[in-house]
């Protein structure tokens, strides 16, 4: 089991698009995927159910008084009033992209977000509240390490092969939960300036975390790993990326994956709509084909990155 957070500081790069058919491929390889979306823009959790569901199913928007996000179990951690909901049963029943899977075991479960996800921060700053400051460091590994507490034991009594977690892009406490949680890290990146800029941030700020986190924990350290960047949104001429996104995509402090995925606004920003990424679309069109190939690709190096059998 491997627990993955894809993340980049700079919104807009592919992240949960990336995501969601990463995980489409996996299950099609049979693979027993769980989706955990932590962004307040509830963008993963659209691409797999409507809005209408969503706020009524699943009190996404906080008028229903049902809340089955992963805000009720932030909500349920933070305050002692409120009971906190096991993992598995916030998971999404009957999701459309079942269907489009083979019989061979691969499954895709997503536990939703929603909307008042950016306010949990507040509840959990509040934890860090009035700490004497002898016991400020073990605190704050202990409101870090909330969500690991608890996932990674789910996963392993679900029998998850992996979890892909859309985190938001800042490095808030949630996102930082998930970080912790977590065995590698996945940054997907547009190559142009304000999306790589933002790499050499996240680096920073993901070695700051683990060593503040470790120097609270005690014994149980965390060591996850930084898969690479996965650049997205690449535009091809002449069989290979355009010029001025070449000269972004040679960075020397991390590593890069070899497989890309090109930029087609029309199949990707459609495919939501019906709940079934691209890459499980039976695209005849040789350009539409070739995207679905290059994901296909990118499952093969991400699995053996990280480590998935």
Known sequence: MQIVSVINYKGGVGKTTLTAN????????????????????????????????WRDELGGDGTTGSDKT????????????????????????NLKVAESLPDNGGKIDLIPSHLGLINV????????????PGRVKRQLAKVYGLLRSHL??????????????????????????AIVA??????????????TLGIDYLVRSYGSL?????????????????????FTMIQIHGGQPIRAQRDYMQLSNISVFSSQIRENK????????????????????????SIVSEIESLAVEFCEKAGVK
């Open 210 to 230: 683990v060593k503040e986190f470790n120097t609270g924990s005690g014994s149980d350290d965390i060591h996850p790993e930084i898969l690479g960047v996965v």
């Open 182 to 195: 977590s065995d590698g890290i996945l940054i997907p990146a547009k190559p142009d300036y304000l999306s």
């Open 70 to 93: 992963i805000k009720s179990w932030f909500d349920g951690i933070g305050d002692d009033d409120l009971e906190t909901p096991e993992l598995g049963s916030l998971i999404v029943p």
């Open 22 to 53: 990463l995980a489409a491929e996996l299950a099609f390889r049979g693979k027993r995927v769980l989706l955990l979306d932590m962004d307040a823009q509830c963008s993963l959790t659209f691409s797999f159910v409507t809005p209408d569901y």
């Open 121 to 132: 921060d507040l509840d959990l700053a509040y934890m860090l509240s009035g700490v004497p």
């Open 152 to 177: 990674g034991k789910y996963v392993a009594e679900a029998k998850y092969d992996i979890v892909l977690i859309d985190c938001p892009p800042n490095f808030n406490i949630v996102t930082k939960n």
């Open 266 to 289: 029309t199949i990707f920003a459609s495919a939501p709509e019906d709940g079934i990424p691209v890459v499980l679309h039976g695209y005849k069109q040789p350009t539409y084909s």
